[in-house]
């Protein structure tokens, strides 16, 4: 079942098109990949799926609601969570308090939801009442991920969620994206370390200069000479 | 000294009152807003409406407590006046800058507009009550106590130190325990983030200047009642709530808090070597030397 699908998207800032007719398909349970290389327009596209930027042209389904040029504020209610790729946390807040501000639309008890989280992140509850502007940049992304899935989403969508650490701490936060996504939760990861993704995602897109390149499984794409060539340093 | 300083712990607790407000409004929309000192103005001329005029038209007794130089009349106008206040800062917003914010404007468009307000909220208090000095009761004795050192404080500077950290201490813990305390930390922290994590921070707003509007109004009206009113007094605090909320790093309220009694101890011992007069040049002074040796406040990176 599709549960995200954004068609023929055409957006960008002022009057300079960043995306050019760009489409995108979730599956239920899937994690989506997009890589490609810098300024092709991929952290627009998520930009553009949350509701932060509005498209020129095309629309945004969420199982068959049509979410075209709603605010963030609206769609996150719909079951859409954004974790942006720099600022994505609450520095002068504890850690404690940057989820519960994930859950602030909440009106039950999320505290079952909070132990989840913590289970995921057992660093997370060892810290819970340090300030999150203290911690290291793997702990930030944990941080920033688990705020971002306080509501439970259905679809989680993740700017460059490695960009900035040491391989063994990326290679820990993909674990992590790949235990989420076993909860049930679909994703789309927009990701500069292209092999990675690829590895972990049912589904892969390349984009280049704001339009659709090449779709196809995560391993058909690992194993695709031209993707090689271009994305995966040979 | 001990005497001055004590009188400057009182005038900080005013100006904290102030900075408070303008530290949070800052913290939220990243603007300097001019119009804050006269909402201590409009507090305390509201507060005056109410204890000469209302209050005394529907018959609350004119009898002060004890030793303190206002009685039952202040007690319901203290609130009534905050509440009011915060009306008037949240109509501001809706009719102003709500209105800018959503073109976008720059922080000097904002500032700008700021200044029309406060021009506009004192040539209202000018119209009604004239730019005469005025008592909350005129001709009260006001008697001191006598303290060893020759030391006088009068029960009303004792009560307002009181209620200041009652605010202060009601403050916190709505900013640490509440949800809608850590939204607007949140908010200030990281707007983008917040309305990306689902926070309403056109909310967030309208809290932010209802509680900066209600703390400027008790700020104004205590003034009035240590000192005396005047429809200048809020514009004349404006340099020293600047320097208070720069020297506590601008954005953080508790650096709002203490940077207005180190601000208000600082002008009142000033009186010791230089004309009373002076006082807002001794605030001015601390802001630039702060300005050109710590632009981040004393309490910059702290947080951050």
Redesign the interface.
């Known amino acids: 079942m599709i549960i995200l699908e954004a068609t023929v998207i055409t957006a960008g800032y002022s009057k300079l098109d960043i995306l050019k007719e760009v489409g995108i398909r979730v599956r239920d349970g899937e994690i989506v990949s997009i890589i490609g290389p810098n300024g092709a327009g991929k952290s627009t596209l998520l930009k553009t799926i949350f509701g932060l930027l509005k498209p020129r042209h095309g629309r945004v389904m969420l199982q068959n609601r049509d979410i075209t040029g709603w605010s963030p504020d609206k769609i996150v209610k719909e079951g859409i969570s954004y974790v942006p790729q720099v600022d994505n946390i609450f520095t002068s807040l504890t850690i404690e308090e940057n989820l519960e501000m994930g859950a602030f639309i909440r009106r039950d008890d999320f505290s079952g939801r909070l132990a989840e989280i913590y289970d995921l992140f057992p660093m997370l509850a060892e810290r819970k009442k340090q300030k999150a502007g203290q911690l290291s940049g793997g702990q930030r992304q944990m941080v920033a991920m688990g705020r971002a899935l306080m509501l439970d989403p259905q679809v989680l969508l993740l700017d460059e969620p490695s960009a900035g650490l040491a391989p063994n701490l990326a290679a820990m936060i993909f674990d992590k994206i790949k235990a989420i996504n076993k909860t049930g939760v679909s994703m789309i990861i927009v990701e500069q370390n292209a092999r990675e993704a690829l590895k972990m995602a049912h589904h892969g897109y390349v984009l280049a200069m704001g339009k659709n390149v090449l779709d196809d499984s995560g391993k058909a794409l690992l194993t695709n000479k031209e993707v090689g060539k271009l994305y995966l340093g040979g | 000294m001990v005497e001055l300083i004590f009188y400057g712990i009182v005038l900080g607790s005013i100006i904290s009152l102030g900075a408070i407000g303008l530290s949070l409004v800052y913290g939220i929309l990243r603007f300097a807003n001019f119009a804050h000192g006269d909402l201590m103005s409009v507090g305390a001329y509201t507060a005056l409406f109410l204890v000469t005029g209302f209050l005394a038209w529907i018959g609350v007794s004119d009898a002060t407590f004890g030793p303190l130089s206002f009685g039952w009349r202040m007690l319901i106008a203290f609130p009534v006046s905050m509440l009011a206040v915060a009306g008037v800062a949240i109509l501001l917003d809706r009719v102003l800058y709500r209105k800018l914010r959503a073109k976008k404007s720059g922080p000097v468009i904002f500032a700008m507009s700021s200044l029309g307000a406060a021009f506009i909220l004192r040539m209202i208090i000018l119209i009604f009550w004239g730019a005469d000095s005025l008592f909350y009761r005129p001709g009260m004795l006001r008697p001191a106590y006598e303290l060893p050192l020759g030391v006088k404080i009068r029960p009303d500077q004792v009560f307002i130190i009181i209620l200041v950290c009652v605010l202060m201490t009601t403050l916190h813990l709505f900013l640490q325990k509440t ?1 809608m305390g ?2 607007m ?2 908010t ?3 707007i ?9 921070t056109e909310r967030i707003i309208i809290w932010t200047w209802g509680i900066g509007g209600a703390l400027a109004a008790a700020g104004g009206i205590l003034y009035g009642v240590d000192v005396q009113l005047h429809p200048y007094m809020g514009w004349n605090f404006l340099i020293p709530l600047f320097a208070a909320t720069i020297l506590g790093s601008i954005g953080n309220i508790y650096g709002a808090m203490v940077g207005g009694f180190i601000i208000g101890v600082a002008q009142q011992v000033s009186t010791a070597f230089l004309m009373p007069t002076y006082k807002p040049a001794v605030a001015f002074t601390i802001m630039i030397v702060i300005l050109l040796i710590r632009p981040k406040g004393i309490f910059g990176g702290s ?2």
């Open positions: 949800k850590k939204a930390r949140a200030s922290d990281n983008e983030l917040a309305r990306v994590s689902g926070i309403d947080e951050r």
